[in-house]
């Protein structure tokens, strides 16, 4: 069974100006089940995790609202605020919902790179262990040492390194982050999502490209932590669908079947707890 692991839907009227901007014609509108369907039919995708990306708990109970719609969407990472005094009980409600099997911060777009080190968040991600829930963490490579720190301090809650952290390939080059994620990957509660890659590539990527930086995701997690997925519709600033799914399936050409067949989807149903038979 394939899963994709990493994709969004969105309203732009919801988004009060918000990314992504006009600029970025490609994926400036909005996106629905509608429109990704045929996608997962052509290529055989049998479900989806559909993520946040927007830090509205509006917008979470939205996507919630579309995973009791949509039979693909097999589970949905939200949002809430995690700093906020009524964080435990706002997970608890959000982990209410059977479909509802992580929260993502957008750490990314937050000034402070170690945000998510901060002791006071212990309420936070102490209720998300609790109520069973993962970490989707939306980071780039300047935010790998504080996640360090955090998934140390909480062994006991599931991880997943959102688009590999964004490595810098259109520099073809690899700063801290190779050193960075084989720490990461060095504690068992962290995966890493293989995701992203082509949005951080240059204009006209080819699979070489991005094979230094697949082969160290897959060398330091090993194939029973690196999660599949599109990052779909921003995908379509690169190349679409077809294109990264064709990359993904040659910078894996060389692993076992087994391998690929839990990159593409096994790892995903259990990383997110998602049952295998239910729809």
Same mark, same amino acid.
Do not use: I, K, M
């Given at each position: 069974m394939r899963i994709d692991a990493h994709q969004h839907f969105w309203q $732009? *009227?919801?988004r009060a100006g918000s990314w992504p901007p006009p600029s970025l014609a490609a994926i400036h509108r909005d996106f629905a089940p509608a429109d990704l369907a045929p996608l997962l039919a052509a290529h055989g995708i049998a479900g989806t995790v559909l993520v946040q990306s927007l830090p509205s708990e509006d917008d979470t109970h939205w996507l919630l609202a579309l995973s009791e719609e949509s039979g693909f969407i097999r589970a949905v990472v939200g949002w809430t605020e995690l700093r906020a005094l009524d964080a435990p009980a706002n997970i608890a409600r959000l982990a209410s919902h059977g479909k509802l099997k992580g929260l993502r911060p957008m750490l990314q777009d937050l000034d402070d790179d170690a945000w998510i080190a901060d002791p006071a968040l212990a309420p936070a991600l102490n209720a998300m262990v609790e109520h069973g829930l993962r970490l989707d963490a939306l980071v780039l490579p300047r935010h790998l040492? @504080? &996640?360090?720190?955090?998934?140390r301090d909480y062994p006991r809650l599931p991880i997943v390194i959102d688009h590999a952290a964004k490595p810098p390939i259109a520099d073809?080059?690899?700063g801290t982050w190779?050193?960075? $994620?084989?720490? &990461? *990957?060095a504690l068992?509660? %962290?995966?890493?999502k $293989?995701?992203? $890659? %082509?949005?951080e590539a240059r204009?006209?990527?080819c699979v070489d490209d991005l094979r230094p930086y697949a082969a160290h995701v897959l060398q330091v997690f090993g194939s029973r932590r690196v999660i599949w997925g599109s990052d779909w519709p921003v995908v379509d600033l690169a190349g679409g669908y077809a294109a990264w799914l @064709?990359?993904?399936? @040659?910078l894996l050409a060389h692993l076992g079947q087994a391998d690929r067949n839990d990159i593409f989807g096994l790892n995903a149903l259990r990383f997110y707890g998602i049952n295998e038979e239910t729809p």
């Open positions: $732009l *009227a919801a040492p @504080a &996640l360090l720190q955090c998934a073809a080059a690899f190779r050193e960075d $994620l084989a720490q &990461l *990957a068992p509660n %962290v995966h890493c $293989l995701s992203g $890659l %082509v949005t204009p006209g990527w @064709a990359a993904s399936e @040659a």
